[in-house]
Structure formats: C-alpha cells, structure tokens
C-alpha cells in the first residue's frame, strides 16, 4: 500500500509543480514581434505590375479591398449581363 501512496503523491506532484526557469525561457524564446507596423526587414523594391499596383495600394489591405470589390461588380455585371440576355 505504502508504493501506491508514493505513487499518488509524486502523480499529484508532477501536476501542480511548474518549472520557472523553463517556462519563461520557452516564452521569452517563442515571442513573436509582429505588431501593426513592425516588420524584420526594409521594404522589398517592386518591379512590373506590383510596381504600378502598389503605387496606387502600397497597403495590402488596399489591395485586398480592391480585389474584392472589382471582383464583386465583375459578378454583378456577368449577373446582370445574363438577365439582360433571357
């Protein structure tokens, strides 16, 4: 009986026992540095078609705002054209 004691206790040990060291180590190595704004390197030079795109949308968020809306009246207008047609 004395071994399934000991065997309770280090069980319950083992579950509420955090290493410090370890974990803070492991948080402070695993961070992330990506706020708005904050990038690791200088911006990429652009040549072609982006060049001429983003010097109009130098945001992607521009350029997906964009897209979806030249895509959405693309459909509206097929839709249309469609029911012009029947």
Known sequence: M???A????TATR?????PT???STVRNTQRRHFALGE???PAPEW???DKIVRSYFPHDYQRTFNFVIDFSL???FF???VLFLL
Request: net charge positive; glycine share 12%; hydrophobic share 45%.
């Open 2 to 4: 004395s071994s399934l």
């Open 6 to 9: 000991a065997l309770r206790s």
């Open 14 to 18: 083992r579950l509420f026992v955090v």
């Open 21 to 23: 060291t370890a974990s």
């Open 39 to 41: 990038h690791s390197g």
């Open 47 to 49: 040549t072609g078609v």
């Open 74 to 76: 693309l459909c509206v």
């Open 79 to 81: 839709v249309c054209g």
